[in-house]
């Protein structure tokens, strides 16, 4: 009955401050350093995401080139053709499921949290 007794008193206290004791501090500095404060947490998930599917793309590139050089310098081994095939087909495969799961990530993205990775730029010196 204690315990109960003050967990209500604590709750009407609670209940009872005013909106006051809420102060609001700008803890952004003043000048050209306050580039960092004006982010939201939407734009720097939407940032991370599209520099992922970059990063992603990127690599899907160099594995494409990788098979292509592996094609040139077979030197008509089929065995070495084959497997140079197989890399290229991978590589488009995989640059092809990059693209589609940016897409949809794009959407569900934009639909629930109002993220649109569409607006990456690259940042500027």
């Known amino acids: 009955m204690k315990k109960l007794a003050s967990a209500l008193s604590l709750g009407t206290y609670l209940s009872l401050v005013s909106p006051a004791f809420a102060v609001s501090v700008n803890t952004c500095p003043v000048g050209q350093f306050n580039v960092l404060c004006s982010f939201t947490p939407t ?18 590139l160099f594995y ?6 592996k094609w040139l310098t077979s030197g008509g081994d089929k065995g070495a ?18 693209f589609l799961s940016y897409f949809i990530l794009n959407i569900l993205l934009q ?14 010196i």
């Open 111 to 124: 639909f629930f949290l109002g993220v649109n990775l569409g607006t990456f730029t690259f940042p500027t």
């Open 43 to 60: 734009d720097v998930v939407g940032a991370l995401v599209s520099t992922l599917f970059i990063i992603a793309i990127v690599v899907a």
């Open 64 to 69: 494409l080139i990788f098979g292509g050089f």
């Open 81 to 98: 053709v084959q497997a140079a095939r197989e890399h290229i087909i991978a590589a488009i495969i995989g640059l092809v499921i990059i």
